[in-house]
């Protein structure tokens, strides 16, 4: 059974900064990613990507702003928010899959974390 965990998620400023994390339990060759959604809206990734090597794909409307980071000894990857925008606000979820990678369709994840909130005023 694959346990994804998130947490980091808060209220900042507009123009701050976040760092959520997600620890999952099966890590190595695994397809990542972090998805967002907001109440009446489809879930929405925010970037995908390989956790041994392969290129990372940001949606457009974090590119430049969010990266990630990942701990294999942790089993954790990392997704740092730079320049928070009120439209950030969100509800943050890791999720994963065993490849072919699906990058930014939800569809394409297994398993999925419980969510962790950020509010962007």
């Known amino acids: 059974h694959v346990q994804l965990v998130e947490s980091g998620g808060g209220s900042v400023p507009a123009g701050g900064s976040l760092t959520l994390s997600c620890t999952t339990s099966n890590y190595a060759n695994w397809c990542m990613g972090w998805f967002r959604q907001v109440p009446g809206k489809e879930r929405e990734g925010v970037v995908g990507?390989?956790?041994?090597?392969?290129?990372?794909y940001y949606s457009d409307s974090v590119k430049g702003r969010f990266t990630i980071s990942k701990d294999s000894a942790k089993k954790t990857v990392y997704l740092h928010m730079n320049d928070l925008k009120p439209e950030d606000t969100a509800m943050y979820y890791c999720?994963?899959?065993?490849?072919?990678?699906?990058?930014?369709?939800?569809?394409?994840?297994?398993?999925w974390g419980q969510g962790t909130q950020v509010t962007v005023s």
């Open positions: 990507f390989y956790t041994t090597g392969g290129a990372t």
């Open positions: 999720a994963s899959s065993l490849p072919p990678c699906s990058k930014l369709v939800a569809s394409g994840y297994k398993y």
